[in-house]
């Protein structure tokens, strides 16, 4: 069983950045590919960017690409969100998830275990 917490949210201004972290524990980090997922008020849960195992394939949701990037240090059991150039729309809870198997995916359902989330509010 893996527990995830994340942390790093807050508010910030149009424009500005944000650094979220995921802290695993409670199995072998390394075994599992690493997802980033928000979910807006009255909205569904969303992909937003994916790691593999070993940290050298990341993907990502066309509206972050190019301001948001996904990392992970497996000496730390850690994964990282850096959010740059935020805009009101990234408004949401956002949600760290592991996934048992190879490769990254996009979609809820491929994912194993959560975070709790945490809240990410940008101001216009």
């Known amino acids: 069983q893996v527990q995830l917490v994340e942390s790093g949210g807050g508010l910030v201004q149009t424009g500005g950045s944000l650094r979220l972290s995921c802290a695993a524990s409670g199995g072998t980090f390394s075994r599992y590919s690493m997802g980033w997922f928000r979910q807006a008020p009255g909205k569904e849960r969303m992909f937003v960017a994916a790691?593999?195992?070993?940290?050298?394939?990341?993907e990502y949701t066309d509206s972050v690409k190019g301001r948001f990037t996904i990392s992970r240090d497996n000496a730390k059991n850690l994964v990282y969100l850096q959010m740059n150039s935020l805009k009101p729309e990234d408004t949401a809870v956002y949600y760290c998830a592991a996934d048992r198997s190879v490769g990254t995916h996009r979609l809820v359902r491929d994912y194993d275990y959560w975070g709790q989330g945490t809240q990410v509010t940008v101001s216009s």
């Open positions: 790691i593999t195992r070993s940290g050298y394939t990341s």
